[in-house]
């Protein structure tokens, strides 16, 4: 795999179960222009902190763990706002049977509306499988407690099955969406 594409990350967890269904490497993106009031990970706002990683080392790295891996999980910061350097990596882990969860602050209908301009930003979302979308909204948000937030942090977002949404060309919400 050539490529000259790196991701500028804040950190990567190898092994969380919060991060979507089943034991996922996390992926958190360094960057991110929301600031959402009570964000939880407000070191990742800034684009000039974070390290960079080549796609080739974080697809290296992601191979001695993929076996046991039920898939990744793109959070942040916004991950969207590197969508195209993060292609290489979402195609590679889709092509090995895994699925791709990603957060992002914008709506789907937000982004949608940036695809006829942006024809790489569809090519990284046809490789998603779930997209939780929407700005985090202290006054929305879940009690630790609560099950419906299980995926999410506030009740305004939603967690959309990708794959359904594009095939309808509306949201389709995800089974995990509560």
Known sequence: MASEKTIRLAGISRDSLTNGPGLR?????????HHCPGCFNESTWSFDDGKDFSVEELVDDLKDSLDYLDGITLSGGDPLEQYENFIPLV???????????AWTGYTWEQLMARVPNEPKLLEFLQELDVLVDGLFVLAKRYDDNDMHGKFKGSS???????????????????????
């Open 91 to 101: 195609k590679y882990v889709n092509q090995q049977n895994k699925n791709v969860w």
């Open 156 to 178: 305004n977002q939603r967690i959309i099955d990708v794959k359904k949404s594009l095939e309808n060309n509306k949201v389709v919400l995800s089974k995990y969406d509560t």
């Open 25 to 33: 490497k996390v992926y958190f993106a360094q960057g991110c222009k």
